[in-house]
C-alpha cells in the first residue's frame, strides 16, 4: 500500500487525471466485454472446438466469407483496447510478452467461463484471435507513444 501511495505522489496531476479516466474506461469496457460474451447470453449445451484455425478453415470451405470474417475480425477487436489500455495504466504492460500473456489469460478465463456456464462456445480459435488482438492493440500503444510521441517504450 505505501508502495502505490509512493507512485501516486510522482504523478503529475495530468498524469494521474489520465491514469483514473483509464481506469475508468477499462472497468467499463470489461463489462461490456463480459456482457457480450456471458452476462446477456442464455444458457445451453456446453459444446467446445478445440481444433486451432477452423474459423478459417470452414469460412474458406463455405465461401461465407462475411460472417466468417466478421467472427474472426470481432474476436481480433474484442480485445485490442485491452492491449491498448494496460500499458497507460502500468509501465510492466509496455512490451508485446505483456500484452500476449494478459490477451491469453483473460480469453482464457472468457473461454472457460462460456464452457463452464453453458453460455458459449468453447474454441481455441478466439483465444488466439484475442490475444493476437491485445498484442495488436500494445503495438498501437507503443506506436502512438513512441514513435508520434516520441516517448520510450520497453517494446520486445
Known amino acids: 500500500m505505501l508502495r502505490l501511495k509512493n507512485r501516486i505522489k510522482r504523478l503529475s496531476r495530468s498524469e494521474l487525471l489520465i491514469k483514473g479516466l483509464c481506469l475508468f474506461t477499462m472497468v467499463l469496457y470489461l463489462y461490456c466485454v463480459l456482457s457480450i460474451t456471458l452476462i ?19 469460412m474458406l470451405q463455405s465461401g461465407n466469407y462475411s460472417y466468417w470474417s466478421g467472427q474472426i475480425g470481432g474476436n481480433l477487436i474484442m480485445l485490442l483496447p485491452l492491449g491498448f489500455m494496460l500499458p497507460i495504466m502500468s509501465e510492466k504492460f509496455r512490451n508485446i510478452r505483456a500484452a500476449a500473456i494478459a490477451g ?16 458459449g462456445l ?16 500494445c503495438i498501437m500503444y507503443v ?14
Not at 51 to 58: A, Q, V
Not at 104 to 119: P, W
Open 40 to 58: 446477456d447470453r442464455t444458457s445451453g449445451m456446453r459444446r467446445h472446438v478445440l481444433r486451432p484455425m477452423w474459423e478459417l478453415s470452414t
Open 104 to 119: 491469453f489469460v483473460f480469453s482464457l478465463f472468457i473461454e472457460f467461463s462460456q464452457y463452464y456456464t453453458g453460455r
Open 122 to 137: 468453447f474454441e481455441s480459435d478466439d483465444i488466439i484471435h484475442n490475444t493476437i488482438g491485445a498484442c495488436i492493440g
Open 143 to 156: 506506436f502512438i507513444f513512441e514513435k508520434l510521441l516520441g516517448k520510450e517504450s520497453e517494446m520486445e
